[in-house]
């Protein structure tokens, strides 16, 4: 027996010698020895009841017992590893449902990678007052890299619409740059630029581009929108969903080794944070990148994954979307399905789809593009407001339709504006009249940004999954400042009263944030100046924990498998540095993980814990999540 305790080896073995003569609180199945045993801990299961357990054994990948120390100890044989946690809480391994681990690992570690092959050539802004700057800027670019003819080039401009930037700026990039302009630069290459918005809502494309689009898809894009005119009547460039997802693949072509090396400093920040499963969209470069790391036994993360590059690219919905329902679920319990879905029905922020009137205060600088946000889910969206082209369908409502009949499931999808949840929520509505409400089952709207209170009812009623961030928290006094103080306390976040509706709320980040920094903000509900927003909509840490493991691993499909320290169930669990159940909510931001263990391997250990129990077992990580931070190369960010 493998003892780590500060406690004298003799007393834990006569401590297994009693614990025989007594009838084992146990749960679960298998003989022999078990692998690892930890013991005289907090152990919050969260199971059905919540109990809380005194010890954990794992035999191989998975849970063996749960229960009272000196049950769980006869477990233990000559080569266990066995655990004194002295009193320390245990908690499964956390589950985020919503969070872009493959961008964020990008822009914190592609400079390292560099532009070649990060097949991303940023286009810096920060001098740019006309047209001709951000041009000549390119042209620079185009001869620097010496692209072979032919060879799609993405630009990345190095701005951000979504809470900040430049009115002017917004105005050369929308207003006087367009692919005429863009042709000028460059000649001989199909070119697209980033918007300042995520690439899945918008691009501004040169000629060649257009040009390709028109000739293999002029008419489903004549009918399905959406793109730009020029005061002429001519497409000019600039394309906004399902259009610009036709332009998606091609940005998708990066090699899997290459993004590996940004990928692996990003798993080993999840790892410190104890994230053991994320779900996010996923394009399939970076889905090929985290195949590479599981077949070299380094992917340290359960990735639950979006599909979205078939979105927009299938014409005929119903024959082209019958094999998608067979890949929904389809993988390895490290690497999945999870869904097949638009990847959002809206912009972001102040391109959120609402139907709050403005009252003051600039929520954002390209508000004047989009007064309502980008509302692809409505028919009257067209595009951007004076810019856009007449449709004749709306491909994203007879997306979510097609969904339901070939049991196509809906998730990992950005719903950021109450009248997008209005839309979706009728439509359910709309299907379940049509097709009865198994067609939707395990339907989920990520974000719960803007929620209005006429809603929580149906969205409890029809089943829908809600996953929920505090990012809107964090910024409620600028939605306070342009829709009014009532919607900034009622629409953001409404967990509480969507729980209270029957509806299942889960956690996600959509921003790589420390894990437990954000899951406080669902318990004191504190923006940045410590302003409380929505007092009401406050959980529990109960609750929280729950959010954040047992009712996650549902949304992630995995319901049977993760989410709580049960017998039977995949090992992932975390051992934290203090008491979560009784240590002040302002607190929980502080905890520090010192194990997290992942497929009954410990993956990460905390240096103080190393140092004390001698513990540095081989292929852990023995660092802190601020040292890996500190790590990042000058200008990495989030």
């Known amino acids: 027996m493998r003892i780590f305790s500060l406690t004298l080896p003799a007393c834990v073995l006569r401590l297994v ?22 013991h005289n801990g907090k152990i919050l299961t969260v199971d059905d009841s919540f109990s809380v357990a005194e010890a954990v054994a794992i035999s191989g990948n998975q849970f063996r017992a749960v229960g009272e120390n000196q049950a769980v100890l006869q477990l233990a044989g000559p080569d266990t590893l066995v655990i004194d946690l002295k009193g320390r809480t245990v908690v499964p391994g956390l589950v985020d449902t919503h969070r872009h681990i493959y961008s964020y690992a990008e822009r914190a570690y592609g400079d390292e990678l560099g532009p070649v092959k990060l097949r991303r050539y940023p286009v810096d802004w920060r001098g740019v007052r006309t047209k001709e700057d951000a041009l000549n800027q390119i042209e620079a670019l185009m001869e620097k890299y010496q692209f072979k003819p032919g060879e799609w080039v993405y630009f990345q401009n190095q701005l951000q619409f979504i809470r900040g930037g430049s009115v002017d700026q917004a105005k050369i990039l929308y207003d006087d740059l ?97 994230v053991t499963t994320v779900s996010t969209r996923m394009p399939p470069d970076s889905y090929e990148a985290y195949k590479y790391l599981d077949s070299r036994g380094e992917l340290t993360i359960r990735m639950g994954s979006g599909m979205l590059h078939h979105f927009g690219t299938i014409t005929d919905l119903d024959e082209g979307m019958k094999d998608l329902g067979k ?14 879905a638009p990847t959002a029905v809206d912009g972001a922020s102040t391109r959120a789809c609402t139907n709050q009137k403005r009252i003051g205060g600039a929520y954002g600088v390209i508000d004047g593009w989009f007064p309502m946000g980008q509302c692809h889910n409505d028919i009257e969206y067209r595009g951007a407001q004076g810019r856009a082209a007449p449709i004749q369908e709306n491909y994203y409502r007879n997306w979510t339709f097609a969904s339901a009949r070939n049991g196509v499931r809906f998730a990992n999808t950005h719903v950021a504006g109450d009248r997008s949840v209005g839309v979706l929520l009728t439509m359910i509505e709309q299907i379940h009249q049509q097709m009865g409400p198994a067609s ?47 919607v900034a306390h009622t629409f953001l976040s409404p967990v509480k009263s969507l729980l209270d509706a029957g509806a299942k709320v889960v956690f996600e980040s959509d921003r790589n944030s420390y894990e437990w920094a954000d899951l406080e903000i669902f318990m004191t509900r504190k923006d940045l100046e410590g302003k409380v927003w929505g007092p009401q909509e406050a959980v529990d840490r109960v609750t929280a924990l729950k959010m954040i493991t047992r009712w996650a691993a549902d949304y992630v499909l995995k319901g049977d498998k993760l989410g709580a320290i049960e017998p039977g169930r995949l090992a992932d669990l975390v051992v934290l540095d203090r008491d979560y159940m009784t240590i002040p909510e302002e607190d929980i931001s502080e905890i520090q993980p010192q194990i997290t263990m992942l497929d009954g391997k410990v993956i990460f250990v905390h240096p103080d814990f190393a140092e004390e129990y001698n513990f540095r077992p081989s292929g852990a990580l023995v660092t802190t999540y601020a040292d890996l931070v500190a790590k990042r190369p000058p200008g990495g960010s989030r």
């Not at 890949?327 to 097949?340: A, P, Q, R």
Request: charged share 20%; aromatic share 12%; with cysteine.
């Open 178 to 274: 367009n692919r005429w302009e863009l042709d000028k630069v460059t000649p001989n290459n199909p070119v697209v630029l980033s918007l300042g918005i995520p690439d899945f809502n918008g691009f501004l494309a040169n000629s060649i581009v257009m040009d390709m689009l028109w000739e293999e898809h002029g008419d489903f894009i004549t009918k399905n929108g959406r793109y730009w005119l020029d005061d002429q009547g001519r497409p000019d460039g600039h394309v906004e969903p399902p259009a610009s997802r036709l332009i998606l693949p091609f940005t998708y072509n990066r090699a899997p080794e290459d993004l590996a090396v940004m990928y692996r400093k990003d798993l080993a920040e999840l790892a410190s944070m104890g």
């Open 327 to 340: 890949i929904v679920g389809s993988g390895n319990d490290k690497l999945w399905v999870t869904s097949v």
């Open 440 to 486: 939707t089952q395990g339907w989920a709207f990520d974000h719960c940004d803007m929620v209005d209170p006429a809603d929580f009812e149906r969205a409890g009623r029809l089943g829908i999954i809600f996953s929920c961030y505090v990012v809107n928290i964090e910024r409620a006094s600028r939605v306070a400042a342009s829709y009014g103080e009532e």
């Open 17 to 38: 010698c009693f614990a025989a003569f007594f009838t084992p609180w146990l749960f679960g199945q298998g003989q022999g020895e078990a692998d690892i045993v930890f």
